[in-house]
């Protein structure tokens, strides 16, 4: 797995490029934390799933890691690119109730800099 | 696809997760299983896995046994850990429960939602069973009969 | 990966060729194999493996071993069956040599040409061993340091 | 697997829809011998390999079986969308003494129907 960031003002867009589950959770979790650590002025997690085929309750349990991280600065988290089978698992998760998802780039980036 | 099986054997790294994903859903596919059906049985196999790995055997380093078997158009998953085992079985399998802050406790809730049948065996310092069944639903009556 | 193992047991059925192929090239992928090498590794997995089904254990079934090491940067397999053996080991690898008129007596060759090592044991009547080991050629000094 | 086998006057197009191994090369071998049975002004074999990512020594023998079989009518055999990995099993087997292998599926019934 490999882990794209990107910043756009407040929002950080992370690619994930494979599964994320177990073994690759903890490379997730370092690379989003030094950019949050580095940057403080970002707020948002943006997560472009376009080249993630496979998240599991590892994975889930890293996103909402970083999710409580962000909502400590008052930011918000979204989802775009999700497949049908991925979207189930955030959902059978709750997760759908912390994250939105949207469905294209743009449409992310307005909603989470609205507020 | 009358009737096959599979016996695994690989030590509790996390780089053997993905590997027990793809082992499972190749065997699976001997089976009519749908694209989506394939999807929820590697997620079941990844989360009993890893909670071998993370639960079952912690900082230290174990077996793995993950046993397949086709039978009767049955797809039957065993997988086994020799580590620390469960002390309340009933508190384990309480969605959201972890004993790792860190963690969701949402595993024994994917697997019984992905599987049509789980069953959870574990004695404390001796390890833990997770038996999982799934049959392909098209292609099967409800009396379980071929079409 | 520093080391890893995998010991799989299945039964010797035309089917689970290509699931040795699907476990093996998966495992082998935790080494730095270039896509031509995995294909190598393939193939070679494929040729062992179909032997023990046709020439091991011929009308009959029996169980195929296959175990798997990664160890110092380097894999190997080894392929066991407990079929009817070879009589003359040097006659078996003799190139197009083959004791089924519908074969091309290629197996042993292609094993040999995309490995680093192989070797072939067997006892009549108890069956044969084959095993082959293969390192990533990038990523590799001459005197097998990582690079 | 699957076989999806066409006609052109003399040359039977048998293109191979998944891996030809140990289980896989006696459908080839039933619906090919089926064929060259029923139609007897059948010579030639061209093989369409687009989408056949791998083949043994199983599969070459049954390539090489139909091979004898079309021989003995005089018919020759080619191959068409050959992927460097497989060109190389064709190579060390030996097999491309006796398959051309043709960059067009254009070039190979020309080149097959000539004589
Ligand atoms: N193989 C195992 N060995 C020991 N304990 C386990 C094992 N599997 C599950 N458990 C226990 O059951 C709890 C719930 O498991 P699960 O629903 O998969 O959630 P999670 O893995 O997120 O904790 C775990 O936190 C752990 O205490
Ligand atoms: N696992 C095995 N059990 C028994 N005999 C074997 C086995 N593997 C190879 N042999 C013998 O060695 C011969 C050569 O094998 P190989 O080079 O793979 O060619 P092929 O499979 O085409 O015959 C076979 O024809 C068979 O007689």
Redesign the interface.
């Known amino acids: 797995m490999n882990i794209e960031i990107n910043r756009s003002g407040s929002v950080l867009i992370v690619r994930i490029q494979g599964e994320l589950d177990l073994s690759t959770a903890p490379l997730f979790r370092e690379k989003v934390e030094a950019e949050l650590e580095q940057f403080e002025g970002v707020k948002h997690l943006l997560l472009d799933l376009e080249e993630t085929p496979f998240i599991d309750s590892s994975g889930l349990g890293v996103i909402l890691g970083r999710f409580k991280h962000i909502s400590q600065r008052g930011g918000r988290l979204s989802a775009i690119n999700v497949s049908d089978h991925v979207r189930r698992i955030f959902e059978l998760s709750g997760l759908l109730k912390i994250m939105s998802i949207q469905s294209t780039l743009e449409d992310a980036l307005n909603s989470l800099k609205e507020r | 696809?009358d009737s096959?099986?599979?016996?695994?054997?690989?030590?509790s790294?996390?780089?053997?997760?993905?590997?027990s994903?793809?082992?499972v859903a190749?065997?699976a596919a001997?089976l009519d299983f749908t694209l989506?059906e394939l999807?929820e049985i590697?997620?079941a196999t990844?989360?009993a896995v890893?909670n071998c790995?993370?639960h079952g055997y912690r900082e230290s380093q174990g077996r793995i046994l993950l046993e397949l078997t086709i039978k009767d158009g049955e797809l039957e998953i065993v997988i086994t850990d020799y580590g620390c085992g469960i002390q309340d079985l009933d508190l384990a399998k309480t969605p959201t429960y972890s004993t790792d802050p860190?963690?969701?406790g949402?595993?024994l809730?994917?697997m019984e939602?992905f599987m049509n049948y789980l069953t959870l065996e574990s004695e404390v310092g001796k390890g833990t069973r997770v038996t999982m069944r799934k049959r392909p639903e098209r292609g099967t009556n409800h009396d379980g009969s071929k079409q």
Do not use: A, D
């Open positions: 696809m096959n099986y599979l016996k695994v054997e690989f030590p790294l996390p780089e053997n997760v993905s590997l994903r793809v082992i190749s065997f001997q989506n999807e590697r997620v990844s989360e890893s790995v993370i860190e963690r969701m949402l595993g809730v994917f939602s």
